[in-house]
């Protein structure tokens, strides 16, 4: 049977607008805190040991479905792929091998037996050529986690002991089509509640639409800048807007830069209104058991 498995993409662009450049797809044991290294102001790095070898450096991505390791690494590790499937992006789609990795482990967590897509990886190897691939929800939604980018590590909790500690608005998980997605509650009776996929790899706020102007958001007069969305399958254009202001669980933005993936192909088969990177907070917690997200817990 053919399987459909859809990926979000890299956004690359120099923007005139502010200046700004955007680069833009179990086993529980003991608790666990994990240094990571933070790549262009956005890419989680992190060390893992698969199949008891190791460390290696992967990419933390919570927007991806599953995990994806490199071609080199796959043939390094000597991986015979089981099948294939299909890789669904916004630039298009592409059948890959697929295989199945026996054991991967940060620190004391662990899963056995874990799909991993083969893929060249050429735009996540661009950022650093040590990546080896990245590390999707399919190890990371076995786990309760506390993203803190000012101490660059990130926790995994035993028994929602952080729950009990952490305070700020609870934001409801929705698990659909292997994605995870988080609601965003409208701060007016005019504006819609929003679905988003909470996404460590990219650098800035994404949203579907067939036109912008149906948004309805409070956009800055600042004309919208044309860039590229990158997958590593391929890229297609869309425009950098900026919001003047804009409201995320207790978290309010100024000024908030916004990639606007315009046309009937971008929400093509998507439930997701967009995707929202990690990185715009410093820290998050994702409790999984109770299905749950808080944004700058205190």
Known sequence: MKERMRSKFLVYAAVLCGGLFLFMSGQV????????????????????????????????????????????????????????????????????????????????????????????????????????????????????????????????????????????????????????????????????SRRFVLDSGIGSLVLFTEDWRNLKLDWENCPPEYVEARTEIGGRGAWLRRLRSYSLGEVNFSSLPVVVMESDLAQSGRIEDGLLPTSLFQRVYINQRKHFVILNPK
């Open 29 to 192: 044991s003991a608790a666990t805190i994990v240094k990571f290294k933070l790549l262009r102001g956005h890419v989680i790095v992190i060390p893992i040991t698969v199949n008891g070898s190791g460390p290696y450096d992967f990419i933390l991505d919570t927007g991806a479905s599953t995990t994806t390791v490199s071609s080199e690494f796959a043939r390094v590790s000597r991986l015979r792929p089981a099948d294939r499937v299909e890789l669904v992006t916004v630039a298009g789609s592409r059948f890959l091998p697929r295989a199945y990795l026996s054991s991967v482990s940060i620190g004391a967590k662990s899963v056995e037996n874990l799909e991993a897509i083969i893929n060249d990886l050429t735009e996540a190897r661009a950022i650093s050529s040590g990546i080896h691939g990245a590390l999707g929800q399919n190890f990371l939604s076995q786990f309760n986690i506390l993203i803190d980018y000012r101490e660059r590590q990130i926790e995994f909790e035993d028994n929602d002991e952080l729950a009990t500690e952490l305070r700020g608005e609870r934001l409801p998980i929705e698990w659909r089509d292997e994605r995870m997605l988080i609601l965003s509650r409208p701060v007016t009776p005019a504006r819609k």
